[in-house]
């Protein structure tokens, strides 16, 4: 990136901005729970709202709205007139309506804000030493079943936006060649296997994952009605010598390889590579961060290595494209197909070399 010209007083006033980062995204939090972007915006059509007529109609004090909607004029989310009438801003607007911002700030708030205080403690240690917030976990992986609900909801909230929007456009792929056994690495909700199954009458899918998310995805599954054609196996992928067995036709791993570290992808697809014969397909799904097509995104995704770092597992990362060709390589495998999958992911589908 080059370098860019800014004046010192410019930078000065970024720099504060960044000092009390935490202080203008608590004020927004704020305001959204508190109704008061909500008001404000219904109320755009009389050219805005008054603190005293926000006051009188949310039951918040004077005071209490005062400090906040002086802080947020500041950070230009809101804009006061001279008649004292407040209006939303577009930053403003995207804060309070954005889906991709909403799923972004509750995962913030609710699952990453306490624990990022550790992070220089897990950039240290090599551990994610603010999941102490959440629970007693070596991983976040572990506890995600036993994770608070209003927790879990914006954990599963954030992952689910970033990865249900491709599964149409997934599974044309995956079913080019009528897989009749699929292999789902990290099934998650099963959300996955639900989809295979609802897409093709055949196919039987076999989940691996950790106890408590395996349980969650099998009931989800024969709640669906699919639970003849779906079934799983617990599995560590932390353990010394993890193991899948031989027989799928296609192995699927979706947003899940960047749980981990370099040299644990490395092992995940060597396990992978020993369980697949010249015709099985091993689909990866990620976003990586020198695959976006706008700043945000990128910003996003590295934002997110941060939660893997202070939370998560304190080792992983949003990898580049070119890491995970390079991983693929060292398993024994290439890449045969390289798809771009809507705003944000990139597919690989792999075979033995």
């Known amino acids: 990136m080059p370098k860019k010209y800014i004046k010192a007083i410019d930078a000065l006033q970024e720099a504060q901005k960044i000092a009390f980062a935490p202080f203008v995204f608590q004020t927004t939090v704020s305001l959204k729970n508190l109704g008061v972007f909500d008001f404000i915006f219904k109320n755009v059509a009389k050219g805005g709202v008054t603190l005293q007529e926000i006051s009188k109609e949310l039951s918040i004090s004077e005071y209490g709205l005062g400090v906040l909607l002086e802080m947020a004029e500041s950070s230009e989310i809101v804009s006061m007139d001279e008649r004292g009438r407040y209006e939303l801003t577009k ?179 060597r396990t992978a590579a020993n369980a697949m014969d010249s015709d099985t397909e091993l689909i990866l799904i990620e976003t990586y961060t020198d695959r976006q097509k706008f700043d945000n995104a990128k910003f996003t995704l590295e934002a997110t290595s941060l939660y893997f770092t202070a939370m998560a597992n304190g080792n992983s990362k949003m990898y580049k494209a070119t890491d995970l060709m390079e991983l693929v390589e060292q398993a024994g495998l290439e890449v045969r197909d390289d798809i771009s999958l809507g705003e944000f992911h990139t597919l690989f589908v792999c075979k033995k070399s």
């Not at 976040?140 to 456009?169: A, C, M, N, R, V």
């Not at 639970?227 to 599995?235: A, D, K, L, S």
């Open 91 to 269: 930053i403003g607007y995207f804060l309070n309506y954005n889906p991709m911002t909403k799923v972004n700030m509750n995962f913030t708030q609710d699952v990453c804000y306490q624990g990022l205080y550790h992070l220089e403690e897990a950039i240290r240690e090599g551990k994610p030493a603010g999941l102490k917030e959440l629970g007693n976990w070596k991983t976040i992986y572990e506890g995600l079943s036993q994770l608070k609900p209003e927790i879990q909801k914006s954990w599963f909230d954030f992952d689910h936006f970033y990865s249900d929007g491709i599964f149409e456009e997934a599974l044309k792929v995956v079913f080019r060649h009528q897989p009749k056994l699929l292999f789902d690495i990290g099934g998650n909700t099963g959300k996955f296997a639900v989809q295979c199954c609802a897409y093709n009458e055949e196919v039987n899918v076999h989940i691996f994952d950790l106890p408590g998310q395996l349980k969650v995805a099998l009931k989800n599954t024969a709640d669906q009605g699919f639970g003849n054609r779906v079934e799983g196996t617990e599995i560590d992928w932390l353990s010394e010598n993890p193991k899948i067995p031989a027989g799928a036709d296609t192995i699927w791993m979706s947003q899940f390889l960047d749980c981990f570290s370099k040299e644990e992808i490395l092992k995940i697809l």
